[in-house]
């Protein structure tokens, strides 16, 4: 027994020593669990976090239009830009720099003369598609928005009065309905208009149930836009949006076990070795490089290959796309010369790579979306490589970039690829010592 503590004590020892490991061990656990407390601790309320970024073109110009705009801006969920040009609006959102846009057309105002008629309050939304968690929320907020919109009508006598009179107006207009629905109806409207009469104006109705109308009758209607399309222009299927994150956690995967080599063969002394050959150190690190590079790209090519020939993901370009992969590969290959910096021994090495790559993830929208993330979480966002793969394949893949619109996510990953590998390569230990 006294030898099975003596080797437990040494290794515990060894674990001491390698502060990089320690910490990974015992405190990054730590940064883990608070990182995500906070996001989780903010789900539940809007205090320390942006608002979710809409643009918002009103094409009615009314009263009633402005008053819903305004009730948009109101609520701390949302952040509201207003435009005036729809096109435009939806290439922003296509194109990542809004999450979503929602159009109030023309005869939003009027809406409220035809409710009786079945024919519902319209309105538009596009949600960029890689933020399919936040579109059921965005989608939900707004139909919020726009029922106490009718709330609002049906609480007031004089608003409701007004509809019954409409209504039985064009009901003597219609010629789809015969003499005896003709008098059903216009009986049962003018005995709400009287009803309404002697409602006193302050109470309303008292509230409303959400349940009742007709069999099927949807007031309010939300008419959605897919913005993830092909060449053709048919919507792309959930596969266009998953695979540019499948790809990106491969070539994670390929950079620590990388990372881990280059200290394995170290440590083994295969890199001693190695320099007893003709080959100098700079040749020696292009080598690993080149072959981390290969391996980055062949594990995008294979997820691509997959995703055409089972899922039907064609994308819009195969030039762009060529470009981001190559710039993703470059960029990775960078934080891999980093990483095998930083630990000692393959344990510590590999926990270490993991765990810079889980942060990159978790900050760059992998792992929690960032409409979750408190204001100073989604500043570090544009700090992290994953943010900018994922942007750069999408753009290639469903969002429709041309080279001119690649050039800042692609100039980004090329930096962090270069500077990274000048770093590593600078700081890298060729002897265990």
């Known amino acids: 027994m006294r030898e099975i503590w003596a080797l437990a004590v040494k290794d515990l020892k060894l674990l001491i020593r390698d502060r990089a490991g320690l910490f990974f061990t015992f405190f990054f656990p730590i940064l883990y669990a ?17 608002g979710t970024p809409i643009l918002v073109i009103d094409q009615d110009h009314s009263k009633a239009s402005e008053a819903f705009v305004a009730s948009l801006e109101a609520d701390s969920q949302l952040r509201i830009t207003r435009s005036e040009d729809r096109a435009e609006a939806e290439t922003l959102v296509k194109d990542g720099k809004q999450t979503a846009f929602v159009v109030v057309p023309g005869g939003f105002g ?8 079945g024919e519902p309050i319209r309105l538009i939304v596009g949600v960029d598609p890689s933020h399919a968690a936040e579109a059921g929320l ?21 608003s409701a009065r007004q509809m019954a009179r409409d209504a039985m107006a064009e009901v003597d207009k219609t010629s789809d309905m015969s003499p005896v629905q003709k008098t059903i109806m216009k009986s049962f409207l003018g005995s709400l208009d009287s009803f309404m009469k002697d409602m006193p104006a302050a109470g309303g109705f008292g509230g409303t149930s959400g349940e009742g109308g007709g069999a099927g009758f949807n007031p309010i209607q939300i008419e959605t836009v897919d913005l993830a399309t092909d060449k053709s222009g048919k919507a792309m299927n959930a596969f ?8 990106v956690w491969g070539v994670m995967g390929c950079t620590a076990g990388f990372g881990i080599s280059l200290v394995s063969e170290r440590n083994k002394g295969t890199l001693t070795r190695l320099q007893t050959s003709p080959l100098s150190r700079s040749r020696v690190l292009l080598g690993k490089a080149l072959a981390c590079f290969l391996a980055t790209v062949g594990v995008a090519v ?10 039907g993901v064609h994308p819009q370009s195969l030039p762009m796309l060529a470009l981001a992969v190559f710039c993703v590969a470059v960029a990775f290959v960078g934080i891999m010369m980093l990483l095998s910096t930083i630990g000692k021994t393959e344990a510590s090495s590999g926990g270490i790579g993991w765990a810079v790559l889980l942060v990159c993830a978790m900050f760059g929208g992998g792992m929690i ?24 394949i999408e753009g290639a893949v469903w969002r429709g970039f041309t080279f001119d619109k690649m050039l800042l996510p692609c100039g980004i990953l090329l930096a962090i690829g270069v500077v990274g590998f000048a770093a590593g390569s600078r700081l890298f230990a060729w002897s265990e010592g």
């Open 369 to 392: 979306p960032l409409m979750f993330m408190k204001g100073w979480m989604v500043t570090l966002s544009n700090f992290s490589p994953v943010k900018w793969s994922i942007y750069a």
């Open 34 to 50: 608070v990182f995500f407390g906070v996001i989780m601790g903010g789900m539940g309320s809007s205090e320390g976090r942006e």
């Open 302 to 311: 294979l997820l691509l290959v997959v995703a055409r020939l089972f899922f």
């Open 138 to 158: 965005i989608q939900g907020l707004i139909t919020a928005k726009a029922y106490e919109r009718l709330q609002d009508l049906f609480m007031s006598p004089a």
């Open 110 to 117: 009027d809406s409220s003369k035809t409710i009786f008629k």
């Open 240 to 247: 266009a949006i998953t695979f540019p994150q499948g790809i």
